[in-house]
Each structure stands twice: as C-alpha cells, then as structure tokens.
C-alpha cells in the first residue's frame, strides 16, 4: 500500500486533508460541508465518547436527550445567545413537499405547509433545555441539576474542514442547574478539570486551562473557562469550553426556585461541551508523514498481527502460534487483530496499519515459529525489536503504556518550546510569522487592542492563563498599563 501522503512540511493542510481521507477516518459527503465519519474514524470516536461519559457519570452527571428543533421565539429569549449564533443558524420553514406541477419528477416546497412558528435546527441547547427546565424547577430539593446529552449540532459554516469545522458535528453538550452561583462555578471549574485529565490522560495532548476574553466567550455566558492545545503547525486548536452562565437563561426563561429560607430567586446555569473537532486534535498532534499515531488508549486496534508465509500450511502453523496469544492479550484488555487476508502482501500490510496508526505491530514468520520469537514494531518510533514468545504479553502490556507516556511527551516538549514571552509588537510579529505557537504578552485589556491585533495580524488571545501571575507591564499594541500576560496565537 503506497501512502503517498504530502509531507507536513510542505503543506500541511493538505498533508491533514489527504491523510483524514487515506487512513479512512472521514470523507466528505453529498451535503455541502458534511462529512461521512467513517467506521475507523466512528471507532475512536466511541472509543473517546466511552471515556468522557464514564467521567461525567463518576462526577455526578446523567444523560438525557432534547430535540433538535428550537422554536424561533425560545432561540430568541436570551438575547446574547440568539445574535451570536443567528449568522449560523439553518432554519425550517416548511414542514412538506409536494410534486411539481411544471415540471415532472421534480418537488416544490408546499407553499400551504408553512409552519406556524419556524424551528432553528439546534446549533447548541440551551434555550430548548431551559424552556424545559421551567417545569422541573420550583423548589431547591429539586437542584441541582447535572445533565448531559449526546447529540448532533448545526452551524452553518461557509468554510468547512473534515473535523475541525463541519456544518453538521457530534457533540456532546452539559447543561447544569444550581442554586448558588459558588455552585455554577465550582461546576464550570471542574467540567474544564475533567477535559483536561482526558486531554492529556487519553489523548495525551497537553493543554492550557484559563479564560476567554469577553470578545471570545461562549454567547450569553458570563465566564468561559477553556482548554488550549497547539498542534505540529504553530497553530492553536480550542480543545473544550466549560461556561458559567451566571442568571441569564433562567431570567430569559423564568426559571425560579424556592430556597431554604421562603424566597424566590432565579437558578443559576453551566453549560460544557467538546466535538468531534477532538479527532482533528488527535490527529494534527501526534501524526506524521507516514500516516496516524494514535495513543493506545485510544486506538480501536492496539496490536496488529501480520504473518508472514508461503502456502496454507505455513499460514495455519502462524494462526496455531497467534491464537493463544490473541486470548492473553484479550483476557488483559487489549484489543488485538490477525490480519490473515490473503488478498495483499505483508508489505501492504505493514503501510496500512502504519497509516492507521496502530501502536504495536507483530509480524511472524517461519524463523520466528522455529525460534519462538515475535518481531515488535512500535508506530511511535517506528523501531523494530524480536521478542521471545515466553515474555511477549508482558512486553505489550509494558510497550503500550510506554508508547502512550511517550507521545505525550513528544507532544507536551513542543508545546513547551513553542511559548514564547515577548514585551513589543515587533518581537510579536516577528514571532508569529517565523516559529508560531503561544505568544505570551501583555494586553491592556480592552476589546479594540484586542480587535487591532487581530485584524493585522490574524492572532486572536487563546486565553488567560488560569495560572497566570500579577506582573507589571504595558501592552506590546497601545503601550498601556497591563498586571497579566495573556496568550496569543493564530488558531484553527
């Protein structure tokens, strides 16, 4: 199997483009900006919708649904929300067809089945969720309230990349209930905790807690707390948001509640959500000119084994030797493939799954049935090493967890070379089109600075630091006084 895939450094869009396709994760589809997620690419998907949703459950959270339709008039009520995302909205006006009577074969929108009031297809839930709320909220016994769904969104993008940014995505999305607002925030907080720990546990791609700017917050949130990871080009890639939506879709709502002490007041609101724009992250953070490195515990195929032989008889000796061990590997939670198609050559092989980015490839052939060894092939590092049979499940067992440290690693020292300090708007200019990443600067705080910034340069603020600390200092655009360093990038 020839990859021919072009080399990141030349160009990486296409280099991601092409290897999305080839590595059959996603294609795109007869919808304009809709893609296909393919069975590969749907695998480790659910492989991370497995993960997420065990650590919503251990945090206290339960799943639900809610319909895709908002009416108009709900998308309406908080007044932030509805004009950020009114530009994206895709709207049902009509609820039938009917032949055409001009021309034949053809349909035309009845023109009589016009909707009483017209539906946005959900480009977030808030609005369809608090209308909901309103009825299962009157007192504080029934808060708080720590729901998540799964679901699909639409935003009507006009420029669209398989992943990154997809008129049509999955999604899953938080939406809380509280009493306090110490409560909404606490939860804010750790839903931001928990897409980190998967982040860097799973996807091993290290991220940056902090805040958006106001010009940057989720529409209709009074704090947005994110995670920001930077991918192999220099650019930045929004890895989670976790909103705190203080008062303001229970105001819109008027959703009250009875506390302890007789009075009424208005509940307070999060809401928390990551796409599957996370497969692109996975994808632009690890990968490489020979195709997909995935972290093992995240790859729907953490072992290959691939035969090496020359008739039946040769073949079945393999398969006697492979099937004991598949049963070992299995029995300690590692998934495991025989590849024994005779309908392509080791060498095919050995490409594909490299393109795949499975983590450990074994191949076996007659020398290694005679001397009771395993040839091991880690994708990561694309070495190769013969294993005795008697140790090979411990090798794996050790090799996977050393392979999923170790990619981490590659990833967070890039990240780490990639922050780069700079105290005048020469240095920042300088450093954004010649090494890219994170640009650590001092910002006066205001929207115009950051508006300029962004207008000529094509840099946006990614976030200020969770961690970042009080230092004196003036803006590297307008010289004014600054207490905080915030981070730049240009972003995907």
């Not at 590692?334 to 060498?347: A, E, H, L």
């Not at 013969?386 to 050790?398: A, L, R, Y």
Request: aromatic share 10%; net charge negative; hydrophobic share 40%.
């Amino acid at each position: 199997m020839s990859k021919n895939l072009t080399k990141r450094g030349e160009d990486y869009s296409k280099w991601y483009n092409e290897l999305v396709v080839k590595a059959e994760l996603a294609e795109n589809s007869g919808v304009r900006g809709c893609m296909v997620i393919k069975p590969y690419g749907y695998a480790i998907w659910e492989k991370m919708q497995a993960e997420l949703d065990r650590m919503f459950k251990e945090t206290g959270h339960v799943n639900a649904y809610f319909p895709l339709f908002v009416p108009r008039s709900f998308f309406e009520a908080e007044e932030k929300n509805a004009e950020g995302f009114a530009k994206e909205c895709a709207v049902v006006t009509h609820y039938r067809l009917k032949a055409d009577p001009n021309e034949k074969g053809k349909l035309m929108v009845d023109p009589e089945a016009k909707l009483e009031e017209e539906l946005v297809v959900r480009p977030t839930s808030e609005a369809i969720i608090w209308n909901t709320y309103k009825n299962w909220i009157q007192s504080y016994r029934d808060l708080p309230i720590l729901i998540n769904q799964w679901a699909n969104v639409v935003r009507w993008e006009m420029r669209t990349r398989l992943f990154l940014r997809t008129a049509e995505f999955l999604w899953q999305e938080g939406h809380t209930a509280h009493a306090t607002k110490a409560e909404a925030i606490e939860e804010a907080e750790k839903m931001m905790h928990v897409y980190t720990e998967f982040a860097e546990n799973f996807m091993c791609v290290p991220v940056i807690k902090g805040f958006k700017t106001e010009s940057e917050r989720f529409a209709g949130a009074d704090e947005t707390y994110c995670i920001e990871a930077l991918m192999q080009d220099g650019k930045a890639l929004q890895a989670g948001t976790s909103h705190f939506l203080g008062q303001n879709f229970a105001k819109a709502f008027d959703v009250k509640f009875a506390s302890k002490e007789g009075t009424l007041d208005y509940v307070w609101a999060t809401s928390w959500g990551v796409s599957t724009r996370l497969m692109g992250a996975l994808i632009m953070t690890h990968s490489d000119d020979n195709g997909l490195v995935l972290p093992p515990k995240l790859a729907p195929i953490q072992v290959v084994i691939i035969p090496i032989y020359k008739g039946e008889e040769q073949l079945e000796a393999v398969r006697q030797r492979v099937l004991p061990l598949m049963d070992k590997l299995k029995k300690q939670g590692i998934s495991v493939k025989f590849d024994d198609r005779d309908t392509q050559k080791p060498g095919f092989k050995f490409n594909e799954y490299e393109l795949k980015g499975v983590p450990v490839r074994l191949a076996v052939g007659q020398r290694d049935l005679e001397n009771n060894t395993f040839e091991v092939a880690r994708r990561d590092t694309l070495t190769k090493e013969t294993i005795s049979g008697d140790v090979i499940v411990e090798h794996i067992e050790k090799l996977l967890v050393e392979i999923q440290q170790n990619i981490y690693k590659k990833a967070l020292d890039y990240r780490n070379t990639h922050i780069t300090e700079v105290n005048s708007y020469e240095e920042f200019k300088n450093v954004l089109e010649n090494k890219g990443g994170f640009i650590s600067a001092h910002w006066d705080g205001t929207a115009e600075t950051e508006a300029k910034i962004q207008e000529e340069t094509k840099a946006t603020i990614r976030c200020i630091p969770l961690d970042a600390e009080e230092e004196q200092g003036v803006c590297i655009f307008s010289g004014k006084p600054s207490t905080k360093r915030v981070l730049f990038a240009k972003a995907y």
